[in-house]
């Protein structure tokens, strides 16, 4: 089967920068795929890579690496409101083509 | 546009009752997916609706789960009989296409937190 590892929990300072690992045991997706959900909110699509590499929106990078099965997001200049659940995520190929979810980290960014 | 609507918000049932979730999907979006996170844990796949037909029902628990979609727009997820580990949030998200490359995520809506009791 797949499965998508991350952290628990992290903790971070306000302004400071932080990364959440995502390692994966899968074959066969087109790409990493990350979200962010507040508690009791919506899980929202944050950044997706669809090739190996980094990709940058803003305050927010994610990188992956194919022959690492590993993939991870960067969120720099840390503020309260990123205080979240973050989700790695990938798109099976073939089949039905379905999103799995990592298991989640819960990000705590303290003043 | 509107996004993905969810109704209830919140249900609270005994053990042993039923209860439905509804979802409206955003309009014009042929994709339906249902999901459940559990205890704080991973968000896990119930299954996936192309329009009226159900695509991939491969993580719905047990029999004691039905989805339906009537006419490929807005789906319902009934249990029935509700169970103390039923309890979760269950989420909705829908998607325009399945492209075969690319993913511009899926838009989810605020979710049912469902306590069985």
């Known amino acids: 089967g797949q499965s998508l590892e991350q952290p628990s929990e992290v903790t971070a300072v306000e302004g400071a920068i932080v990364q959440i690992n995502c390692t994966y045991q899968?074959?066969?997706?087109?790409?990493l795929s990350w979200y962010q959900q507040h508690d009791g909110g919506a899980p929202t699509f944050l950044s997706y890579?669809?090739?190996?590499g980094l990709e940058e929106t803003g305050r927010f990078s994610s990188f992956l690496s194919r022959s690492d099965s590993y993939g991870y997001l960067l969120l720099q200049e840390l503020q309260m409101k990123d205080s979240a659940s973050y989700f790695c995520a990938v798109r099976l190929s073939g089949g039905y083509q379905k999103v799995t979810f990592g298991t989640g980290t819960k990000l705590q960014v303290i003043p | 546009e509107a996004g993905v609507t969810q109704f209830p918000s919140h249900s609270v049932i005994e053990k042993g009752q039923t209860v439905t979730l509804r979802c409206d999907p955003i309009?014009?979006?042929?994709?339906l997916y249902w999901y459940r996170r559990v205890m704080g844990k991973e968000i896990k796949f119930l299954l996936h609706f192309v329009k009226e037909s159900k695509q991939d029902e491969s993580g719905m628990p047990n029999n004691r789960f039905l989805a339906e979609r009537t006419g490929g727009t807005y789906s319902t997820l009934k249990v029935q009989p509700a169970e103390l580990e039923d309890s979760g949030v269950y989420f909705c998200a829908s998607s325009r296409g399945t492209g075969a490359r690319g993913d511009y995520g899926y838009t989810f809506g605020s979710g049912t937190r469902l306590t069985v009791v």
């Open positions: 899968t074959s066969g997706f087109y790409g």
């Open positions: 890579n669809a090739l190996d």
């Open positions: 309009s014009g979006h042929d994709n």
